[in-house]
């Protein structure tokens, strides 16, 4: 008997390195293995394939796609939680091949349910993931997180923010929209993921949805790499026993648990050894190599009818899947979108009046001029950081932004506030704060009259002494570890012009979720911005592409702005895997008005940067 690894060119690099365990488990048994890719190969006699549904099926040209007699020549892998599309997805195709096999039991319990005779073939000892050795070696980071982005683990992990304030993280988040490949820039596989693993002292296991479904793959790799897992509690952990080869907690206490532990190294260490040795002595990929080889030997025995050996098409017709179309360049014009259309524009026509009004009050046309007041060691200081905030009407929340700047562990920056003409007690509350924390050194610049958020940033940029300047909105905040993470990402890449981190989203219930976890992409801004104006940035290359724009239809949008016009001229950057800030999100925000309508806005941005055109 052959086996053939049937694969998609488009499918996710992880099955490929499931696939190629597998393979090196049967050429360790005596089998021949051969590869067939975007196809299955012509059927022959003494050869079986080995294939994953939910990968290659939709990422292939229905032409492509198994024949009757193919599949019954062929052994399905099933991998996906039951309840998900992924798995109804495997399980059609399962039941039509000549054998099937499971990595989880529950799979298997679930396939059995619908009729479907699988095999479990649990993940063992794989020596190709084994970067660690189990020798000791240094773990610069703490906890670590590799998994597609869902609302449901944005929550989880953005409750470790304050939990990781002091430790050292490496968040690595992905779109679950396209199929990951090796050469993504962002998207850990091979050789850098398992190095990663072996870097870490811990791994967070969420999982994508309530069922809670042990991700046996995830587990393994950071098992065989000493990174010790502590994850939501799961069925089908067996044969692992909870709190001596991982740590389980419930969804809700996950931040909590893991802090504990954190602050346990030896706790870890045992863990740690306990369960890679469980792994190499115990689960051998023998075990299971020998149960997939009965399910290859049911598939190679499985009658093909009247079907003549070597009948079958094996071209190749790969169909890679793509982002889908961008919202603002589909069909608009429904009397909903007029609507929003004419409400925004509408409010957007009384701010200004109300502007103008309120400048004809305070002296007719000609602005009067702005003041300023040096405070703290600003004479003394030579920042390298300027850390802009910008001001109007935030009294409530302006002392929590500041106060979290002092708190910095960073030391060599410098605070610039541009009260934006507020007609509340913020500057008050400015002048106040910054008082109380004599160390800061500090710029507060008053604008004679209201001129709004980009014209505020503008001048905040032009008067910062430093070579990078961190803008940071009055109703949001940052961890004391903020800026030095980010300084020294740009220290680490000078081609790069800015440097943005992971941030949690709060409201008074807490954190709720996460913002500008994707890495760098300009060609993924023609989709809509994912990067937030809590950057850090090289001052210079602001100023060459003309600072922050005050377009009107732009309102709300001036940072997704600034990143269009960086890329359109060349500029990059970096993301930091870490949680670094605090977004406070509410109904009353800029953004809430901002997105009553977007059209006016997409319009302005693809008259102006060639980056977000189709």
Same mark, same amino acid.
């Given at each position: 008997? #052959? *086996?053939?690894?049937?694969?998609?060119?488009?499918?996710?690099?992880?099955?490929?390195?499931?696939?190629?365990?597998?393979?090196?488990?049967?050429?360790?048994?005596?089998?021949?293995?051969?590869?067939?890719?975007?196809?299955?190969?012509?059927?022959?006699?003494?050869?079986?394939?080995?294939?994953?549904?939910?990968?290659?099926?939709?990422?292939?040209?229905?032409?492509?796609?198994?024949?009757?007699? =193919?599949?019954?020549?062929?052994?399905?892998?099933?991998?996906?939680?039951?309840?998900?599309?992924?798995?109804?997805?495997?399980?059609?195709?399962?039941?039509?091949?000549?054998?099937?096999?499971? %990595?989880?039991?529950?799979?298997?319990?679930?396939?059995?349910?619908?009729?479907?005779?699988?095999?479990?073939?649990?993940?063992?000892?794989?020596?190709?993931?084994?970067?660690?050795?189990?020798?000791?070696?240094?773990?610069?980071?703490?906890?670590?997180?590799?998994?597609? *982005?869902?609302?449901?683990?944005?929550?989880?992990?953005?409750?470790?923010?304050?939990?990781?304030?002091?430790?050292?993280?490496?968040?690595?988040?992905?779109?679950?929209?396209?199929?990951?490949?090796?050469?993504? $820039?962002?998207?850990?596989?091979?050789?850098?993921?398992?190095?990663?693993?072996?870097?870490? @002292?811990?791994?967070?296991?969420?999982?994508?949805?309530?069922?809670?479904?042990?991700?046996? =793959?995830?587990?393994?790799?950071?098992?065989? $790499?000493?990174?010790?897992?502590?994850?939501?509690?799961?069925?089908?952990?067996?044969?692992?026993?909870?709190?001596?080869?991982?740590?389980?907690?419930?969804?809700?206490?996950?931040?909590?648990?893991?802090?504990?532990?954190?602050?346990?190294?030896?706790?870890?260490?045992?863990?740690?050894?306990?369960?890679?040795?469980?792994?190499?002595?115990?689960?051998?990929?023998?075990?299971?190599?020998?149960?997939?080889?009965?399910?290859?030997?049911?598939?190679?025995?499985?009658?093909?009818?009247?079907?003549?050996?070597?009948?079958?098409?094996?071209?190749?017709?790969?169909?890679?899947?793509?982002?889908?179309?961008?919202?603002?360049?589909?069909?608009?014009?429904?009397?909903?979108?007029?609507?929003?259309?004419?409400?925004? @524009?509408?409010?957007?026509?009384?701010?200004?009046? #109300?502007?103008?009004?309120?400048?004809?009050?305070?002296?007719?046309?000609?602005?009067?001029?702005?003041?300023?007041?040096?405070?703290?060691?600003?004479?003394?200081?030579?920042?390298?950081?300027?850390?802009?905030?910008?001001?109007?009407?935030?009294?409530?929340?302006?002392?929590?932004?500041?106060?979290?700047?002092? =708190?910095?562990?960073?030391?060599?920056?410098?605070?610039?506030?541009?009260?934006?003409?507020?007609?509340?007690?913020?500057?008050?509350?400015?002048?106040?704060?910054?008082?109380? @924390?004599?160390?800061?050194?500090?710029? %507060?610049?008053?604008?004679?009259?209201?001129?709004?958020?980009?014209?505020?940033?503008?001048?905040?940029?032009?008067?910062?002494?430093?070579?990078?300047?961190?803008?940071?909105?009055?109703?949001?905040? %940052?961890?004391?570890?903020?800026?030095?993470?980010?300084?020294?990402?740009?220290?680490?890449?000078?081609?790069?012009?800015?440097?943005?981190?992971?941030?949690?989203?709060?409201?008074?219930?807490?954190?709720?979720?996460?913002?500008?976890?994707? +890495?760098?992409?300009? =060609?993924?801004?023609?989709? +809509?911005?994912?990067?937030?104006?809590?950057?850090?940035?090289?001052?210079?290359?602001?100023?060459?592409? +003309?600072?922050?724009?005050?377009?009107?239809?732009?309102?709300?949008?001036?940072?997704?702005?600034?990143?269009?016009?960086?890329?359109?001229?060349?500029?990059? +950057?970096?993301?930091?895997?870490?949680?670094?800030?605090?977004?406070?999100?509410?109904?009353?925000?800029?953004?809430?008005?901002?997105?009553?309508?977007?059209?006016?806005?997409?319009?302005?941005?693809?008259?102006?940067?060639?980056?977000?055109?189709?």
């Amino acid at each position: 008997m #052959r *086996v053939c690894i049937v694969s998609a060119s488009g499918q996710n690099v992880f099955f490929e390195e499931m696939l190629e365990a597998f393979a090196e488990g049967l050429v360790a048994k005596g089998i021949e293995v051969e590869h067939s890719v975007d196809c299955f190969p012509r059927l022959e006699s003494d050869l079986v394939s080995l294939f994953v549904p939910h990968e290659f099926m939709p990422l292939v040209h229905p032409a492509a796609h198994p024949t009757d007699a =193919q599949m019954l020549r062929s052994v399905a892998i099933c991998t996906e939680q039951p309840g998900t599309s992924w798995f109804d997805g495997s399980s059609a195709v399962a039941g039509k091949c000549g054998a099937a096999v499971d %990595i989880n039991a529950l799979g298997v319990e679930a396939l059995a349910r619908m009729g479907i005779r699988a095999r479990l073939v649990p993940l063992g000892y794989i020596p190709g993931w084994d970067h660690w050795g189990g020798d000791d070696r240094e773990r610069p980071v703490d906890v670590t997180f590799m998994g597609t *982005v869902t609302e449901r683990r944005e929550r989880a992990l953005a409750r470790c923010g304050a939990v990781l304030r002091t430790r050292r993280a490496a968040l690595h988040l992905y779109e679950p929209l396209v199929p990951h490949h090796a050469d993504h $820039n962002y998207f850990l596989s091979g050789a850098r993921k398992w190095d990663a693993l072996a870097s870490a @002292h811990t791994i967070l296991n969420i999982h994508r949805g309530e069922l809670a479904y042990m991700e046996w =793959q995830r587990v393994l790799g950071a098992v065989l $790499n000493g990174c010790v897992v502590v994850t939501e509690h799961s069925y089908g952990y067996a044969p692992f026993v909870p709190n001596e080869h991982f740590v389980s907690a419930g969804y809700d206490d996950l931040h909590l648990v893991l802090g504990t532990l954190l602050d346990d190294p030896g706790r870890i260490e045992a863990i740690r050894r306990a369960a890679y040795r469980y792994v190499r002595e115990e689960m051998p990929m023998s075990a299971s190599i020998d149960s997939l080889i009965e399910a290859l030997e049911d598939a190679a025995s499985s009658p093909t009818g009247n079907v003549h050996v070597g009948s079958s098409s094996s071209i190749p017709r790969p169909r890679h899947a793509e982002m889908p179309t961008p919202l603002h360049l589909k069909r608009r014009g429904t009397q909903a979108e007029v609507m929003r259309m004419a409400l925004k @524009h509408l409010t957007m026509e009384t701010k200004a009046l #109300r502007r103008e009004v309120t400048a004809l009050r305070e002296g007719g046309t000609i602005d009067p001029p702005d003041t300023e007041r040096i405070v703290g060691p600003y004479d003394r200081l030579r920042p390298r950081v300027s850390v802009v905030v910008t001001v109007y009407n935030y009294a409530d929340f302006v002392a929590e932004a500041l106060a979290s700047v002092a =708190q910095s562990d960073y030391e060599l920056y410098e605070v610039v506030v541009v009260d934006d003409h507020s007609t509340d007690p913020s500057l008050d509350a400015v002048q106040r704060t910054i008082d109380e @924390h004599p160390w800061v050194a500090a710029r %507060i610049v008053v604008h004679g009259r209201n001129r709004g958020l980009a014209a505020a940033r503008n001048t905040g940029v032009r008067a910062a002494r430093g070579e990078y300047v961190f803008i940071l909105d009055a109703d949001n905040a %940052i961890y004391p570890h903020a800026l030095q993470r980010l300084t020294d990402a740009l220290d680490r890449d000078p081609d790069k012009s800015f440097a943005y981190g992971i941030i949690e989203k709060f409201s008074h219930d807490g954190p709720v979720g996460l913002m500008s976890f994707l +890495g760098w992409d300009p =060609q993924r801004l023609r989709w +809509g911005n994912y990067i937030d104006a809590m950057t850090m940035l090289r001052r210079q290359a602001v100023l060459d592409v +003309g600072g922050y724009t005050s377009e009107p239809d732009l309102y709300g949008w001036e940072d997704f702005a600034l990143w269009c016009a960086l890329a359109s001229a060349g500029h990059s +950057g970096v993301l930091v895997e870490e949680i670094l800030a605090r977004y406070r999100v509410g109904p009353f925000s800029m953004i809430s008005v901002t997105n009553i309508d977007t059209s006016a806005a997409w319009a302005a941005l693809m008259r102006r940067y060639d980056v977000v055109r189709p």
